[in-house]
Structure formats: C-alpha cells, structure tokens
C-alpha cells in the first residue's frame, strides 16, 4: 500500500480531511479486533458472555455480535462506547486477547490520526524531493496532480514549488512528518513503531531512487575542480535538498573514502567508486542503528554487521541486495538468544541452529524463519524431540525423549504440539 502512496506516478490520492456528522445507526458501537488464536478469536458464548462481563465496567451493553472475524459491542450510548476505547487505548488496558479496540465512529481529527498522517505524508514524499531537481520536477508538472484535496465544491491539487538555493532542504520536512507520526492516535496494538518504521523505509526508498537516476540538482562547491570544470580531488559539496558530501572526486564523481550526510540524518562514511557506495563503508542510521560491511553500487553485499540501536541486537554475516544472504550469526537479549545459520533473502531459511533464552536448543532445517523439515529439539528441562517439523510443529515422523521418564518414544508418525513451544511456533523474533 506505502509504496502505491509513496509512487509519484502510481495513483492520483483524494484526501479529504473534514470529519463528517456521526450517523445515528453508530450511536454507541464499539469493535473489538481478536488476536488470531487468542483467547477472543471464536464464536462462543463463553467469549460472548466474558467480554458482556468485562464491557459493562463502561456502561450499559445492549448487545454483543459476532461478524466478519472481529466482536461488536453496542452500548446504551455513544459516550459509553468512547469511555471503553479510551479505557484500552491506555497502557495495559487492553481486553486479554484482544488486538485493537476502537468506536465504530470517531470524531478524532484527520490530522491526529496514525494511518492518515502516514498516508499524507508518502503520498507527497516523491514531490517534496524531486523539486530539488529541476529537470525531474519540470516533467512531473506535466503529469495530473499526485495529491488532490477534496474537501470542498472544487477539487483542489496541491502542487509542489520549485526549490532555489535559500530553501531549507528536505530534513525539516521529513522531521515534521516524523513528529506528526509520533504524536498520533493508533488504534492497533503495535502500529505506531510499525508505521514510523514503514515512513522511514518509504523515505529512504525515494531519496535514493532519485540520487541513483543521476539528475542534477543545485549545490556549492568549495574545493578542487579540472580543467572541464569537473569537480576533482578533496572538497565539500552542499546540495539545497540539504544533503552534503565530503571527499575525493574525480572527473566529477564519487571516487575514493567519503563522506555522506543525507538530510534527513542517514550517514554513510566509507569508499567510493563511479560515483557510489562501492567497497567497505559504514551507514549510521537516523534511528542509531548501524551497518559496517561491504557494498556495491549503493547496496548491502557481501559481508557485514548490523547493530540494531534500540534492541541492542547484532546480526553478523553475509548480505545480498541488502537483504540477510547465505550464513549469519544473530544474537538478540545481548547474546542469550542467538540464531548460527543461513539466510534467504532476509529470512532464516536453511540449516540453523538457534539457542533462546530460556535454555531451549532447536538446530535443524528452517524456512521463512519456522522450524520446518527434519531438526532436533531440546528444552531446558532436558525433554528432547527428534524428527520431522511443519509450520514450527512436530509433524510426521519423529521420536521423543523425556528427561524424568529416560526413555525414547517409539519411532513412528505423529503429529502433535509441544506444549512448551504454545505461542512461539517456532519462530524466532528478530
């Protein structure tokens, strides 16, 4: 969906931002999204019943439905339905089993909601950086309006100025849609740090596509240039998008050790060749994270770690088209849980072993990061499982040992859940 958004020429985007009366027939509902397999994800009247008990805390319920997957709850007045939201949007207070609780109806503004700043902004994101480029942002105003508000009688396209060298660059807008994000109303568990993620990726997908189409922009210059005006050597580059460049040029490219910092607070520092990140080079990450390890033409390649800021989790080893490739080595919980391995386009897939916290030990065959295949499974009590997996389950044919029994299972086919791994499935969180 981001990318559809964050496209300059993949849809025209309609935004309409005024918040329209609440009709009568949403007085008072209220959704409740169930976590898949939770204990709210069936049609019961056990559930239907407990979550009667735990809504009437807010006020009267009229009715509780089962429909299309998730629960709707109508109570005795809007009021009511809006004091039960407010209640499991704060911290902790999430119905047990639930994913998302919110009014049918809001009255919230467009502007303090999550998805919608999200999608104000990528929608404008490609527009924002191309006119820093002359030639890229004169073509796109021959193309209909990307952004197009349509809160009043006439349409009305927002357009996008040209930028000259007193413009203050891409970085306060960037930050000021960063900000937006943070300050926003989610309504699902989780999506805040998942949407800002998504903006930040949309982002750097856009400054770089444009950087890689080899368009100009206008810059200073302060150091040494050719005879074909060329810049040459040792100098400083400063681009009125806000991005800087300092290092070895030669014939008017990148060429040699640099050093980038992009505007929006990424910074690469390493080797150049053809005018890109080329050989061994550092990227430091507006968010703090770090990558120290090889590149070609722009990209991850070859060997590398990446050191995740928050997490405080590394993962060392191969890398292809930026992505996790072939044997690495991830350690999370500062090196309690680590995973020793192949990877597959970013995904543990492959032969792995993986030691979690907890003192369990599967090693054996993964795929898009679930046990799956033939592995060896043992807790921390000392209960083993030898055999086949499916979907992070033993599955076909397998045999068990438990530790206070000393004895092995019978060898034969079976197909049963390992109670210790209920919740985990198998995966690894990375």
């Known amino acids: 969906m981001g990318d559809v958004y964050a496209s300059s020429l993949g849809t025209v985007v309609m935004r309409h931002r005024s918040v329209p009366p609440r009709p009568t027939a949403l007085d008072g509902v209220l959704l409740i999204i169930p976590q898949a397999g939770g204990e709210l994800d069936g049609d019961g009247k056990v559930v239907e019943d407990e979550l009667r008990r735990v809504m009437s805390t807010h006020g009267i319920v009229k009715q509780v439905l089962r429909e299309g997957g998730r629960w709707r709850v109508c109570f005795g007045s809007h009021a009511q339905a809006e004091a039960a ?67 009043t009688d006439v349409p009305s396209p927002v357009l996008t100025v040209k930028a000259d060298e007193g413009d203050a660059g891409v970085g306060p807008r960037i930050e000021s849609v960063n900000a937006m994000l943070r300050g926003a109303f989610f309504t699902g568990k989780g999506d805040k740090a998942v949407v800002i993620e998504l903006y930040r990726e949309y982002m750097r997908k856009i400054i770089h596509a444009i950087t890689r189409s080899g368009e100009r922009q206008l810059c200073t210059h302060d150091g040494q240039t050719n005879s074909a005006g060329q810049n040459e050597g040792f100098g400083k580059t400063r681009w009125v998008n806000g991005d ?80 996790k490739h072939g044997h690495g080595v991830l350690r999370c919980e500062g090196g309690r849980h680590t995973y020793d391995g192949q990877f597959v386009t970013g995904q543990q897939e492959g032969h792995g072993l993986c030691m979690y916290a907890d003192g369990t030990r599967y090693e054996g065959k993964w795929r898009a990061n679930i046990w799956e295949g033939y592995g ?8 083993r499982y030898a055999g086949e997996w499916v979907n992070g389950q033993p ?36």
């Open 85 to 151: 939201a407010e209640a499991a949007s704060s911290e902790g207070g999430l119905p047990s089993g639930a994913m998302a609780v919110f009014t049918l109806y809001t009255a919230r503004p467009y502007t303090a909601r999550g998805w919608t700043t999200f999608e104000s902004g990528v929608s404008s994101e490609a527009l924002d950086h191309v006119r820093y480029f002359e030639s890229l942002h004169a073509l796109l105003t021959c193309l209909p309006a990307k952004l197009v508000e349509i809160d």
């Open 395 to 430: 599955s076909g044919v397998g045999a068990w040992q438990v530790d206070d029994a000393r004895h092995s299972s019978t060898c034969g086919s079976i197909n049963q859940s390992i109670d210790r791994l209920v919740g985990s499935n198998g995966r690894l969180i990375d």
């Open 376 to 383: 060896k499974y043992e807790d921390g009590d000392g209960n």
């Open 244 to 323: 800087m460049y300092e290092g070895q040029w030669v014939a008017g490219l990148k060429e040699g050790r640099g050093r980038y910092i992009y505007a929006h607070g990424d910074v690469y520092e390493g080797e150049y060749r053809h005018g890109q990140p080329n050989g061994r080079g550092r990227y430091q990450y507006e968010t703090g994270d770090v990558y120290d390890g090889e590149w070609v033409d722009d990209a991850k390649e070859g060997y590398g770690t990446y050191t995740f800021a928050i997490s405080g989790d590394v993962y060392e080893g191969g890398y292809s088209a930026n992505k």
